[in-house]
C-alpha cells in the first residue's frame, strides 16, 4: 500500500510541477512590465492558498479520513482544465516560433542562427546563461531547504507544543488545523507585497529581506517559544508571510534573468532541479532528529537557515528591474527611462519572410522602428533576439 501512494503523489507532483512551470513564463510574457512583479506575486498566493485550504478541508472532513482531504483536491484540477481551453500563446513566444520556422525554412546558418536553434537545455549552459542559470539554481535551493522541513513537520510540532498546553488527541486537531490556517494566511499576504516590494526597492533587495525575515521568525518560533500560547498564533502568520512569500521570486526573479526562447525551459530547470536536490532534504532532516537529541524543532530551525543561500544567489546575480522613468528636464529633453538590466530587446525580422509586420510588446502593439536594410525592427520587453 505504501509504495501504491508513493507512486501516485508522483504522479500528482508530476502534473502539478509541469503546470507550475509552465504558468510562471506564460505570465511573465503575457503581461506588461508595469504591474508584472504585482500580479505575479498576487498568481504565487495560490501555494499559500492551497495549503490554507487544505487546513480547512482537514478541519472540516478529516474525521472522515485522508481520502476524503484528497479528493478534495481534484476541484482545482477540474478547474484547471476549463481555464486552459480560453488561453492563447503571448506574442512574444509567437515571435520566437516565427524566427524558428523561418530559419528551418530558409536554411540559414548563421552563428546566431545556430545559437538559437541549439537544443534549448543545452542552451542554459552557454556562455550566454550559465553564469544565470547557477543563480536560478542556487535560489529554488535555499526557498525550498528552508519550506520543505516545516511543511512536513509543522502540524507534528504544533501538536507537540499544544500538548505541553495540555491538549492531546482530537482536542489538539482544531489547534493544528487553526495553526496551518494561520502560517498559510500569512503566506498570501507575503506573497501579494512580495510583487510590491520587489517594485520599490528591487528584486534582490526584496529576495534579502524576506530570507533575513524567515531565519529570523523561525529560529524565535522553534528555539524561543515554550509552548504553543499565548505567541505561537502571532509568530506562524509572521513566519509564513516570510517563508511562502519569497516564493514570489520564482514568479518575478527568475523568468527576467532570462530570454524568451530560453525562459520556460530555465525557470522549470532552475526549480526542478533544486526540488531534486532538495527531496532528499526531509530524510536526511529526519535523521538529523537523533544528533538534536529528538527535538524537532531545533531540525526544522537549523534546515531554514539554509534560506542564507537565497541571499547567496542575489549577490551574484543581477538586478532585473527597470528603474522608474526618469524626468525629461534630468535627460535634457528625452524622456523615458534608463533601464538596467535592458528591459528592451530588439526581435527583428526580415521584411520578406515576415509579410505581417508584429510589434511585440507587453501587452500593447508598437510601430515599428527602422531597422538595417530589408528588416523592420519591434521593440519587445526581454533579452535580444535577432533575426537576419
Known amino acids: 500500500m505504501s509504495w501504491e501512494f508513493g507512486a501516485y503523489r508522483f504522479l500528482a507532483g508530476l502534473g502539478t510541477g509541469a503546470e ?17 512583479a504585482k500580479i505575479a506575486g498576487v498568481m504565487m498566493t495560490g501555494g499559500a492558498l492551497g495549503t490554507f485550504l487544505g487546513a480547512l478541508a482537514y478541519g472540516l472532513v478529516g474525521s472522515y479520513g485522508w481520502r476524503m482531504v484528497f479528493f478534495i483536491g481534484l ?3 477540474l478547474l484547471l482544465a476549463v481555464i486552459r481551453r480560453r488561453m492563447i500563446e503571448p506574442d512574444r513566444f509567437e515571435a520566437v516560433r516565427d524566427r524558428r520556422r523561418t530559419i528551418v525554412a530558409t ?13 534549448v537545455p543545452m542552451q542554459l549552459f552557454t556562455r550566454e546563461h550559465r553564469y544565470n542559470t547557477m543563480v536560478g ?6 526557498t525550498l531547504l528552508a519550506i520543505w522541513t516545516t511543511n512536513i513537520w509543522l502540524p507534528t510540532i504544533l501538536s507537540l507544543m499544544v500538548q505541553k498546553n495540555g491538549y ?3 482536542a489538539a486537531v482544531p489547534f493544528v488545523s487553526r495553526g496551518i490556517m494561520l502560517w498559510s494566511f500569512g503566506g498570501v499576504l507575503g506573497y501579494i507585497v512580495f510583487g510590491f516590494t520587489a517594485d520599490a526597492i528591487g528584486r534582490r533587495g526584496t529576495i534579502v529581506v524576506y530570507s533575513v525575515g524567515t531565519i529570523a521568525a523561525s529560529l524565535t518560533l522553534y528555539l524561543g517559544l515554550p509552548t504553543y500560547q499565548p505567541w505561537y498564533p502571532v509568530l506562524l502568520p509572521l513566519f509564513g508571510f516570510f517563508v511562502f512569500g519569497v516564493f514570489s521570486g520564482f514568479a518575478i526573479y527568475l523568468p527576467e534573468l532570462f530570454p524568451t526562447q530560453v525562459r520556460a525551459t530555465a525557470v522549470g530547470f532552475c526549480t526542478g532541479s533544486a526540488r531534486i536536490v532538495t527531496s532528499f532534504g526531509p530524510l536526511v532532516a529526519g535523521l538529523m532528529v537523533g544528533a538534536f537529541g529528538g527535538s524537532f524543532n531545533k531540525v526544522a530551525a537549523f534546515m531554514t537557515c539554509f534560506a542564507t543561500l537565497n541571499i547567496l544567489a542575489v549577490i551574484l546575480g543581477r538586478e532585473t528591474r527597470r528603474p522608474a522613468p526618469i524626468a525629461r528636464e534630468a535627460r535634457g529633453g528625452q524622456g523615458g527611462c534608463r533601464p538596467w538590466p535592458p528591459a528592451t530587446d530588439v526581435v527583428t525580422v526580415p521584411a520578406r519572410d515576415q509579410p505581417r509586420k508584429r510589434a511585440i510588446a507587453a501587452g500593447s502593439k508598437l510601430k515599428p522602428q527602422p531597422g538595417r536594410s ?6 519587445s520587453a526581454s533579452s535580444s533576439i535577432r533575426s537576419r
Open 75 to 77: 476541484v482545482p484540477a
Open 374 to 379: 530589408g528588416t523592420t525592427a519591434f521593440p
Open 137 to 142: 539554481m542556487l535560489f529554488g535551493l535555499g
Open 20 to 36: 507550475l512551470m509552465v504558468g510562471i513564463p506564460l505570465l511573465a510574457e503575457t503581461l506588461g512590465e508595469t504591474h508584472r
Open 168 to 170: 492531546v488527541g482530537a
Open 107 to 119: 536554411q540559414r546558418t548563421a552563428t546566431d542562427d545556430r545559437e538559437f536553434m541549439r537544443f
